[in-house]
């Protein structure tokens, strides 16, 4: 594996922790600070803002310096990486079975055809 | 047209799953598996050339090609064919050269449909999540090169 694959490792290492996705899930529908992120998790403030820099380390999610409340936002470009290599997966699976559609679809033609001619 | 891709990279569990419909007896779609002189005519990516140096398509059988990019780069794959029933389903293992001993294992099940219609089911299941996403994401040069030709068949007017 390239050192390319790096910062892919690290974001999916992130990802591999249920209440990390949590998070993940709630920032997708905007940002929002570290005690409202806390809530609805049976775990201390401290251990969420633990699985906070987790994220952040992975660059999935970013934090403003800023304001005192510090909200945390996805990093969408991050969680699009990620979700690329599916895509190229599917594209070439699909490539690969309509080229199974063209062989067998030769392969009857060329039967239809010997059945129509009994030579 | 061409049927749908039914494909599932579940989180959290190293498998990718994926279904496909085809318009051809079930027999036929096995056939296109089985035999080396029709594998090499759909199994690679377009634009990829494909030498096979053996395809024993039956339980203990083996195989190894090469896949042979458009600017020469050789890939090569390797497996066993650990279980194979006509018509039915087989069960292979599959490794990727370039990723040596991350090494998959590949479920596939023939279904008829009738009105010769048939359904492949595939199931892969992968040594880690890393190692799916890594292997996966292998195929992705292939892939872009085919996203592109298809691109340009579109623009040309081709049927793609």
Do not use: C
């Amino acid at each position: 594996m390239s050192s390319d694959d790096a910062p892919l490792d690290s974001a999916f290492m992130a990802l591999a922790d249920p209440v990390r996705r949590s998070i993940i899930a709630r920032l997708s529908r905007g940002p929002a600070t570290v005690n409202e992120l806390a809530e609805p998790f049976a775990i201390t403030k401290q251990a969420v803002s633990k699985h906070i820099q987790v994220l952040e380390q992975a660059q999935l999610v970013t934090r403003t310096r800023d304001a005192q409340r510090r909200p945390v936002h996805l990093n969408p470009a991050r969680l699009e990486a990620l979700t690329a290599w599916i895509d190229q997966y599917r594209l070439v699976r699909e490539g690969q079975f309509r080229g199974l559609d063209s062989v067998l679809q030769s392969r009857a033609a060329a039967r239809g055809r010997q059945e129509k001619d009994p030579s | 047209m061409s049927n749908p891709l039914k494909l599932s990279v579940p989180e959290g569990v190293p498998f990718i799953d994926y279904e496909r419909e085809f318009e051809f007896p079930v027999s036929d779609v096995f056939r296109a598996h089985k035999e080396p002189d029709l594998i090499v005519q759909w199994l690679g990516p377009r634009g990829y050339k494909m030498d096979i140096d053996h395809y024993d398509f039956r339980t203990g059988g083996s195989y190894s090609y090469l896949h042979t990019g458009p600017e020469g780069q050789p890939y090569e794959f390797k497996g066993i064919f650990h279980t194979v029933r006509e018509n039915e389903f087989a069960i292979q293992t599959f490794e990727f050269g370039g990723y040596p001993d991350v090494v998959s294992l590949e479920f596939m099940t023939f279904e008829d449909l009738g009105n010769g219609r048939s359904r492949l089911k595939g199931h892969s299941v992968y040594p880690s999540l890393e190692a799916r996403d890594g292997m996966a994401q292998s195929g992705m040069e292939g892939g872009m090169t085919e996203g592109y030709e298809r691109l340009d068949e579109l623009l040309s007017g081709a049927k793609v």
